[in-house]
Every structure is written in structure tokens, then in C-alpha cells.
């Protein structure tokens, strides 16, 4: 993954109702959910979700496919891993300049 992809990626992340469309859609698996009822989900009307399911899937972190009179939203089959991937390379390349060591979060962090 480039900085350019894992930049959109973390930007679209960053914003609260996006962080918990995408977190109810690493929930539900590959077979994702509708509209609709991420809608309900979240408190959102539709057209507040559609923006944001819009800027979830230009950063490639969902894909959207028509059932019948539904679209239905899933999060993409590898980008997220990749992602964190990316995230994981980049802490490794930091703690290793700096001699820091990762460990276990602190229960207060872990919420």
C-alpha cells in the first residue's frame, strides 16, 4: 500500500460516523449490510450515511453491490488488513529508530 492510498484510507477513517459504519461492517462480514439499516443503526438519515458510505468506498475500504431494490455495503476483502499492514510496518519502522518496544495497551486505552 502507498502513503497516497493509506492516507485516503486514514482521512475517510477519521470522521466519528464513518469510523462506526466501518467498525458495524468489519462486524457483519462479507456479507455486509444495507443501507438501511446501517442507517438505524447509526442514528443517520439516509442521505448524512450515503455521503459517508460514499467516502468509504472511494477510500476503497468498503464496496457496495445492488440485491434487488437494496444496496448492500461490506467492507473490501483486503484493503482494511492491508491497512493495518501498512500501519503496523510503519510503528515497526518508528520503534526500531527510536529502540521503543510495543507492548500490551493499558486497560484504560483498550475501550
Known amino acids: 500500500m502507498d ?8 482521512a475517510a477513517l477519521s470522521q466519528p460516523t464513518r469510523l462506526e459504519a466501518f467498525r458495524l461492517l468489519a462486524q457483519a462480514g462479507p456479507d455486509g449490510l444495507r443501507a438501511g439499516a446501517i442507517a438505524d443503526h447509526l442514528g443517520v438519515v439516509a442521505s448524512t450515511l450515503s ?3 460514499s467516502q468509504l468506498e472511494q477510500s476503497g475500504l468498503v464496496q457496495s453491490r445492488r440485491q434487488g ?6 467492507c473490501h ?5 492491508r491497512l493495518c499492514h501498512y500501519l503496523t510496518e ?7 529508530e527510536r529502540g521503543m518496544q510495543f507492548g500490551p495497551l493499558p486497560t484504560a486505552a483498550r475501550g
Not at 502513503?3 to 486514514?10: G, N, R, V
Not at 476483502?77 to 488488513?81: A, D, I, N, Q
Request: glycine content about 4%; proline content about 3%; some cysteine.
Open 3 to 10: 502513503i497516497s492510498t493509506a492516507t485516503m484510507a486514514f
Open 51 to 53: 455521503h459517508h458510505l
Open 69 to 74: 431494490r437494496h444496496i448492500i455495503y461490506a
Open 77 to 81: 476483502s483486503t484493503r482494511p488488513e
Open 90 to 96: 510503519a510503528c515497526g519502522a518508528v520503534s526500531v
